[in-house]
């Protein structure tokens, strides 16, 4: 009898630490430095459903702008490889996160390389903060850019939840100030336990997702 009451109590605990990795919103924690000012930021609804932080402008006018100069995604800031997260899936991440955000935003503007008075500058970098929690071990895969989660289930089976942080903004050109600025994290593939290597497939869902609200984003989405 004892022993069916704590295998109860040690999968309520391991469903309550899975509930709180899932978190739709990037806490302000995991804020890496990447954007000057995060206090201005707003939880809205993407084109897809899913959660970001975001602010807008509110004297944004998509019209005012002709181009939109692409300056590469980066990791912010820069990790160093690992034996579960390699050099090699690192590049792949990133070389794929370039070509699906880019492709998105040359959808929505042509793409420059020479700023004028009309353009918008993009940039963007994966991010995040390692960190630790009661009952929930996280294990660093690049530092202050990617986070993997190991839980151990009342079966003795760990599974491992990855996570991708991501901070952008398009800055006026003109200003030199930023019109709209996102905070958004997503959840990739399970690994089946701390020794699964990840790769950028593991990933992928969540640049695609990323892509696709890039496409489809419209300003009356914005939550006030």
Known sequence: MRSKTLLKVAALAGTLALTGCASKLASSDKYSGFLKKYSDLKEATTASGKTELRWIDPKYNSANYDNIVYNPIVYYPVPKPS???GEQAMAELLNYTNAQLKQAISERKPL?????????????AITGVDRSSEGLQFYEVVPVALLVAGTQMATGHRTMDTSLYFEGELIDAKTNKPVIKVVRMGQGKDLAN?????????????????AIDAVKFKLEDQEQ
């Open 83 to 85: 034996t579960q997260f």
């Open 112 to 124: 420059t390389t020479i700023a004028g008075p009309r353009s918008l500058i993009f940039r963007g």
């Open 194 to 210: 701390e020794n699964t290597p990840l790769t950028a497939e593991t990933l992928k869902e969540v640049i695609d997702d990323m």
